[in-house]
């Protein structure tokens, strides 16, 4: 579902994550085609797709940007043809998310210093799109005013030990917009035990990774928090939009220190502030988490594929979109999944082994 019918504000300007590499939905998603890229639900939109299309509305096309692999820029072009080939930003090595933004909002500030940034990853899923724009709007309006770095805080609705949590200061909301928070501590992924106590507490959050700040806001924060990474970038900025930009990107971004954007300003800038939403998010790491969100038959059977007949079948995520008959029986709790001529039955609760099968 998208929303159209919005006044967009053209300083508002979206980037989207899309280096990631991995295969943990294999054989659908691999080092050459990750999950980002793939259709997992069978709607035939991507990951990186969806993403887009929820920010339709908020975003004009020409303000959304994509920083990626090198070998990935062609498949977010063909993907999102709507954005302008020099919005797709091409590092030559992974560094994780403090380089990753370091770069994309200079080059964002060398075009608009006063731009307002949308910050998220590709391959997270929203069920809710009207709830989540309303959101994005109204953190976008509390960035565009103040200094703060905005987190969104997913809602918890189970002791999951699969994400990071925020734990936020809800006793005085923030003046300027009562839905949002000071942010009192970031913790780990925490184990089961952890994980429902924080959610008795109701004052914990998932960490969802998407982020809203204005570019001088999150500039500054990395010159105070990360000098030696802010100083290359610094140093580019007369070559960002020039046929040199990407040979010295090649050159210098692989001395930046791989860390993450939490660790580098989130966990240790003062003005840090989270929005507590619930927009139906999930970040689709498993098999096991797209047999929780995609429908499911009587027998809790989650098909996607047009040419698919089960038999005496419950429990399962049988995933076959290309062309072929299958025919499943007698199975509970398997993942049945079909691409480039490579077929995968495994149990669902032994999937942490497709890295293993993968790898053969």
Known sequence: MTIMSKSMNLNNNLVIMAGGVGSRFWPMSTTEYPKQFIDVFGTGRTFIQMTYDRFKGLIAPEN???????????????????????????????????????????????????????????????????????????????????????????????????????QADMQVPSLRNKEIYRVDSFKEKPDYKTAVQYVKKRDFFWNSGIFIWNVSTIVNSLRIYEPEISQIFEDLLPYYGTDKEQALIDEQFPKCQSISIDYAVMERADEIFVFPADFGWSDVGTWGSLHTLAPTDKQGNNVI??????????????????????????????????KNNTLLICKLEEEQRIKEFSAE
Not at 83 to 104: D, F, S
Not at 106 to 112: F, G, H, L, S, V
Not at 320 to 332: A, F, H, I, N, P
């Open 305 to 338: 594929g047009e040419n698919v007949k089960l038999y005496e079948t419950k429990n399962c995520v049988v995933h076959t979109t290309e062309e072929k008959r299958v025919v499943v029986q007698g199975l509970d709790g398997y993942i049945v999944a079909e």
């Open 64 to 166: 959304v940007w994509v920083v990626t692999s090198q070998k990935y820029a062609n498949i977010v072009a063909q993907q999102l043809p709507d954005i302008p080939r020099e919005n797709i930003l091409m590092e030559p090595c992974r560094r994780n998310t403090a380089p990753c933004i370091a770069y994309v909002s200079w080059r964002i500030k060398a075009k608009n210093p006063t731009a307002n940034l949308v910050i998220t990853p590709a391959d997270h899923l929203v069920t809710d799109v009207v709830e989540f724009q309303r959101v994005i709007t109204s953190a976008l309006n509390f960035t565009a005013e103040t200094d703060a770095i905005v987190t969104l805080g997913m809602t918890p609705t189970r002791p999951e030990t699969g994400y990071g949590y925020i």
